[in-house]
């Protein structure tokens, strides 16, 4: 799925590659796409309500995001779903107690 959107008079594309969120510029600067969904428990389904992005998948990075929205929003997340990457676990472990992490294969 390709999203088009123009910054001044430069247009950028990016792309959400599903198995590392990488967005693919046409400036071919790399970088990281990490989203927040929220899910119906009656549809299973739901919008991307945050969107974070960042040159760099650290865990001080993801920390300092993850516990701004917990902090802001009043997020308690029980459970969530990550691509298999062991800085996004690392990060959510330390912000969210308890939390049942699923991956994504």
Request: charged residues 20%; hydrophobic residues 40%.
């Amino acid at each position: 799925m390709a999203n088009e959107a123009f910054t001044g008079s430069r247009r950028v594309v990016h792309r959400l590659d599903t198995q590392n969120m990488q967005i693919i510029q046409w400036t071919k600067k790399n970088g990281y796409l990490f989203t927040v969904v929220v899910r119906s428990s009656t549809t299973s389904k739901g919008p991307s309500v945050r969107v974070f992005v960042t040159n760099h998948e650290i865990i001080p990075t993801l920390h300092q995001w993850l516990s701004w929205l917990k902090d802001v929003f009043s997020l308690d997340v029980k459970r969530t779903m990550v691509d298999c990457s062991p800085t996004e676990i690392a990060a959510i472990r330390k912000v969210f107690d308890n939390v049942n992490i699923l991956l994504c294969h």
